[in-house]
């Protein structure tokens, strides 16, 4: 066992420990604001992975969309909406989280036994590394293109979506805006979304 | 160029000479360069806070700082100094554990992203494959270091003040990301050292300002706003925040802040540099000069000058963008928030996709100037 071999085990070692612990906490933890945190450091160990597997292309992208656009999108909804109001107690709480659990359980011994049987072709494909960046694009203007479009329209439609949601003086007139104090009573009041003015 | 002077090959046969195994002198040789970036990233930052202060001043027609050391010199460290011996104190209500973390994970990105900064030909720590989309990446971790040091700090100005870093840091590395996609498209690589190498075919007139002068100026206010520097730097605006996500910290935590926008300042000129004005590049090519002189180019002596004219060509130019830098924050007034996500969203971010989709097309239609 040479140097860069154990280096790489125990990298390993602590990134997967760090994945399993981390997303347990995401799920586990009361805080909300600190299963957002985590669920950060488990994005980042899951590209720590990745370059193990020296796929540094993939491992930078899962940075720069997981942890930097996901995350902080998550991080933000949590902070502008972080109102500190008690949760009404949900019946039956304990029952949904054991059969949660259950589920969850299920998949996770249905997994093992397929990670167990399953014949791996080992040693696996060798990677190409630094060319990667020049397949991945090839692949996405070749064989991939339908997919890559429609995920763009996808993404076209949520944006659309998203800024006519957000337009509200376009929707409600100004003298509901000013009658309601706060937002919760704007969805007790059940004003429609798009008025007439706006789809003309 | 694989032959000359090579310090790694030399290293570590001089330690195997002492008796150890090839991969033990190896693994002694990968911190010594990662800790040379270090410390002259530290000392560019005592340098960059040397030259704010005495160009602040210079500004306000004041003296500055002139008893410590010659003109001051010694100011940065006795502000260093104060800093690390001051008490640290984390606030009764304050989430302790994420007021700590916070300013390391602002910190520790930036540090890291001087990986792919070359300083000459050989002279970077690692040449990666995905370079300046490393630094992209990086950066993009910063946000969450932000957020996480406002919220934490149980004070309505530092999570206002954390928001809207994170919000102004998001919105502007788009523009920035789609800048920095024009230069790669000309060169036809991530990796730093091939940006500046094809920059450096036709000395000064090759460089990529000429060929990219509206990606450059995109460049220089989204780095400008990603270092929250004024006009730009809304997150911490004094007279509205207090001292926005910073205001709770003191101490060594405050100061790795402080660190972390100085070096991400020296970072920017310096990657500024390197995409746009041709990074080491000397307008006067070196096989000239060592044609003149009737040496052979992988002659020591030679190869140490290159080296160094590299090196100070490097800093030369990424300190004359921090000097820019300096005069436009004592110079200009702050913009209001609005105007500053309009002018992100509303002007940078067309703007740039424009320039992308010209670059694009002027490299279709001339293969030779913009790299087929």
Sequence with gaps: MNIAYSTELICFLILSSVIVSGSLAVVLLENIVYSAFILGGVFMAVAGLYLLLNASFVAAAQILVYVGAVNVLILFAIMLVNNKEKLKPIEGLKTRKLISGGVCGGLLILLLRVSITTKWNLPGPSSIGEEATERIGEHLFTDYLLPFELASILLLMAMIGAIVLARRDVLISIDDINDLKNQKSLSDKKIPLLSEKSLK | ?372
């Design chain 2, 1 to 372: 160029m694989n032959s000359g002077i090579d310090l790694e090959m030399s290293f570590t046969q001089g330690v195997q000479n002492l008796g150890l195994s090839q991969e033990l002198a190896h693994l002694l040789w990968i911190p010594l360069p990662m800790l040379l970036v270090l410390v002259s990233a530290v000392i560019g930052v005592l340098v960059t806070v040397w030259l704010e202060r005495k160009i602040s001043a210079a500004a306000q027609q004041r003296i500055g700082p002139e008893y410590a050391g010659a003109l001051g010199i010694l100011q940065p460290m006795a502000d260093g100094l104060k800093l690390l011996v001051k008490e640290d104190i984390i606030p009764a209500r304050a989430d302790s554990v994420l007021f700590t973390v916070g300013p390391i994970l602002v910190l520790v990105p930036v540090i890291l992203s001087w990986l792919i900064v070359p300083f000459g030909q050989n002279l970077l720590i690692s040449n990666v494959g995905i370079g300046i989309f490393l630094w992209i990446a990086l950066s993009s971790i910063q946000p969450i270091g932000l957020l996480m040091s406002g919220y934490s700090s149980n004070n309505k100005y530092s999570l206002l003040g954390g928001l809207r870093a994170a919000a102004q840091s998001i919105s502007y590395e788009i523009p920035l990301a789609l800048a920095v996609l024009a230069i790669v498209m000309m060169s036809n690589s991530l990796s730093t050292v091939d940006i500046v190498e094809q920059q450096n075919t036709a000395g000064f007139l090759s460089w990529n300002i000429w060929r990219q002068p509206v990606g450059f100026i995109i460049f220089w206010i989204c780095a400008l706003a990603e270092c929250e520097r004024l006009p730009f730097d809304l997150p911490e605006a004094e007279e509205e925040l207090v001292a926005g996500y910073q205001t709770e910290y003191a101490g060594m935590k405050f100061a790795l802040f402080y660190l972390a926008g100085y070096i991400n300042l020296v970072l920017s000129a310096l990657l500024v540099s390197v995409l746009y004005l041709g990074g080491w590049g000397f307008p006067i090519s070196i096989d000239w000069f060592s044609s003149l002189i009737g040496l052979s180019i992988d002659n020591p002596l030679v190869q140490i000058i290159a080296a160094s004219i590299g090196i100070v060509m490097t800093i030369l130019k990424a300190y004359l963008l921090v000097f820019l830098a300096i005069l436009l924050r004592w110079t200009t007034p702050r913009v209001r928030i609005d105007q500053l996500l309009d002018l992100g969203w509303k002007f940078l971010l067309p703007i740039s996709l424009v320039n992308l989709l010209v670059t694009a097309s002027l490299k279709l239609a001339f293969p030779m100037t913009f790299g087929g």
